[in-house]
């Protein structure tokens, strides 16, 4: 499967972005997708999770109730829409993706997924 991210851009701190995870193919309904960041000088960092069917998902301690993660399978699409933005959100977006058979796994390890898209990024200015 391949990944294009998208729906970075320059906002002001507590705005709002929906960055989209748009996937090739007829089975992206079969993976388990993640969305990752990394700010300049730090390492990647897990920020959320959905699970294939989109019932299960997982977020990092710092976005719990500000961004949202959720898929249209129809659109083969999984959004991560963040609101009250900080300038600490500041970062390249990644989204990655693994093909699993448990409609309920959701999974914040960077090893954990095998396909990986650009990035977009986010800038958050205060």
């Known amino acids: 499967v391949q990944l294009q991210a998208s729906g970075g851009g320059l906002v002001q701190a507590g705005g709002s972005l929906r960055l989209s995870c748009a996937a090739s193919?007829?089975?992206?309904?079969?993976?388990?997708v993640g969305w990752f960041r990394q700010a300049p000088t730090k390492e990647r960092e897990f920020v959320a999770s959905?699970?294939?069917?989109?019932?299960?998902?997982r977020y990092v301690e710092s976005v719990k109730g500000r961004f949202t993660i959720s898929r249209d399978h129809a659109k083969n699409t999984v959004y991560l829409k963040m609101n009250s933005l900080k300038p600490e959100d500041t970062a390249d977006y990644y989204c990655?993706?693994?093909?699993?058979?448990?409609?309920?796994?959701?999974?914040?390890?960077?090893?954990?997924?095998?396909?990986w898209g650009q990035g977009t990024q986010v800038t958050v200015s205060s």
């Open positions: 990655a993706a693994v093909n699993v058979a448990s409609t309920r796994w959701v999974a914040s390890a960077q090893g954990d997924y095998r396909y």
């Open positions: 193919g007829r089975t992206f309904s079969m993976y388990a």
């Open positions: 959905i699970s294939r069917s989109g019932g299960m998902t």
